[in-house]
């Protein structure tokens, strides 16, 4: 039973290319989220999913895409990377959004963008 | 729009005293949780402890507790009998009821023990 896994662990991307940071659960949660933490910052929600094939944004979505096929995967995409994208991502999943349920958090992906 | 203000970036305590991490937080809801989460140099989220709103006891787990106050939107976190494995960053947190799923964040504090 791994949890959340993210994929990859450290990248460096130039200004201007497209990546994606793989986020994968086995915990069978419905509610998937990826926020990211600036250095020295708390974390800020950038998109979430309450269940396959349904999005929405968070406080930070701007610069961002998301997409839900399955129950176990829910990956981030960076259309056209910019400097302020640099940043630790985190994914986090929980069973069905409430306030009392637990969120497990992915190790995180550090993202530099030069 | 909620929002959580950690006022200490840094703050240090001996190894086996007791130190208090501060939080507050801003809320026109009644019904809400609020957690504490230790994020240690490997990065890794762990949840320390959580508090629901509606009940009036603090919460306890093991040496960490905190200290709630729902009037005045504080919520502290108390680590007795520190030890070198409490030094991370501290971050609290909180959440509406129901199933909104957003925890909103605040700025962290880091907390550094020493032998």
């Known amino acids: 039973n791994a949890g959340v896994t993210q994929t990859p662990k450290f990248h460096i991307l130039k200004i201007g290319q497209s990546m994606t940071l793989q986020c994968t659960q086995d915990?069978?949660?419905?509610?998937m989220y990826w926020y990211r933490q600036d250095p020295g910052m708390g974390l800020k929600l950038i998109y979430y999913?309450?269940?396959?094939?349904?999005?929405d944004k968070g406080e930070v979505p701007n610069g961002y895409n998301v997409s839900r096929s399955t129950t176990e995967d829910f990956p981030l995409r960076l259309e056209l990377a910019a400097p302020s994208q640099t940043s630790v991502y985190f994914c986090?999943?929980?069973?069905?959004?409430?306030?009392?349920?637990?969120?497990?958090f992915g190790p995180g992906t550090r993202l530099t963008v030069l | 729009a909620q929002t959580v203000t950690q006022s200490q970036p840094e703050m240090s305590v001996q190894e086996a005293e007791t130190v208090t991490l501060s939080c507050t937080y801003d809320?026109?809801?009644?019904?809400?949780?609020l957690f504490w989460y230790k994020q240690p140099p490997s990065r890794q989220m762990i949840l320390v402890i959580r508090?629901?709103?509606?009940?009036?006891q603090n919460a306890t787990e093991n040496r960490f507790s905190v200290n709630f106050q729902k009037a005045a939107k504080s919520f502290s976190l108390k680590i007795s009998d520190s030890q070198l494995g409490d030094a991370a960053m501290y971050f609290c947190?909180?959440?509406?009821?129901?199933?909104?799923?957003?925890?909103?964040f605040g700025q962290g504090t880091t907390l550094q023990v020493k032998p």
């Open positions: 986090a999943t929980d069973r069905g959004g409430w306030g009392a349920d637990t969120q497990y």
């Open positions: 915990m069978n949660h419905n509610y």
């Open positions: 999913s309450v269940g396959a094939g349904i999005t």
């Open positions: 809320t026109s809801e009644s019904d809400y949780y």
């Open positions: 508090q629901e709103a509606y009940k009036q």
């Open positions: 947190a909180y959440r509406a009821s129901g199933n909104t799923g957003k925890l909103i």
